[in-house]
């Protein structure tokens, strides 16, 4: 079954305003990672964060990991219309690159 | 965009017959994945490969098959397609950072 569940599955928020979207998995990870996806593209990597880090940042990204509770959480500060898009997580697992990915979160900015 | 294609991108085939998917990568990368994308499901691993002839089932492996004799090129194979297995198909690869870069896709329709 499929690893990664994301939480909520729609989103519908105001220019301006954060967005934060969950993620749970059920086993062991090396790594989990943030992808982003435009309607009817393929998929575009955002940021990965290791099992031993907690926290990471990229621009307006922000990323945490909590591996104890298997979850973590992406929060897109000042949001813009063109960040409307589906967001998956997708975890990697074992020793060979195993990737797995959740049913996305769908993300609409209005204007 | 790293470079991997897929092609076809559209395919149009009738219910018993087979098709193949082929993508294809320039970045040397030595892992590389198919998924399908279908409404409600998210993306779902049917292969992967983590180096030329080592190939492994994901999820919803029945019905298809992968071939990966060159590190640039992983071919599915659906042995005698059927109406369930129309779906978008992506492609994609990692390196050793671990992101993982997509094709743009395979939409194929069997009827």
């Known amino acids: 079954s499929q690893q990664g569940e994301e939480d909520p599955q729609a989103l519908s928020i105001q220019e301006g305003e954060n967005a934060t979207m969950n993620c749970s998995y059920k086993?062991?990870?090396?790594?989990l990672q943030w992808y982003r996806q435009n309607s009817g593209r393929g998929l575009v990597h955002l940021i990965l964060?290791?099992?031993?880090?907690r926290e990471k940042h990229s621009g307006r990204l922000r990323v945490t990991l909590d591996t104890s509770k298997k979850s973590s959480s992406l929060l897109i500060t000042a949001s813009r219309a063109a960040d409307t898009a589906s967001y998956f997580c997708?975890?990697?697992?074992?020793?060979?690159?195993?990737?797995?990915f959740g049913k996305g979160t769908k993300l609409s900015v209005k204007p | 965009d790293a470079g991997i294609t897929q092609s076809p991108r559209h395919k149009v085939t009738e219910t018993g017959t087979p098709v193949t998917l082929r993508c294809h990568q320039t970045?040397?990368?030595?892992?590389m994945y198919w998924y399908r994308q279908d409404p409600g499901h998210g993306l779902r691993l049917i292969h992967y490969?983590?180096?030329?002839?080592?190939?492994d089932k994901g999820e919803v492996s029945d019905g298809y098959s992968v071939s990966r004799s060159k590190t640039e090129d992983f071919l599915l194979t659906l042995e005698s397609a059927t109406s369930s297995q129309t779906s978008v198909y992506f492609c994609?690869?990692?390196?050793?950072?671990?992101?993982?870069?997509f094709g743009q896709g395979t939409r194929l329709t069997v009827v």
């Open positions: 994609a690869s990692t390196g050793t950072g671990g992101e993982a870069f």
């Open positions: 086993t062991s990870i090396n790594n």
């Open positions: 964060i290791r099992s031993n880090e």
């Open positions: 997708a975890t990697e697992e074992g020793s060979q690159g195993n990737l797995i």
């Open positions: 970045e040397n990368h030595r892992y």
């Open positions: 490969s983590y180096g030329v002839k080592d190939t």
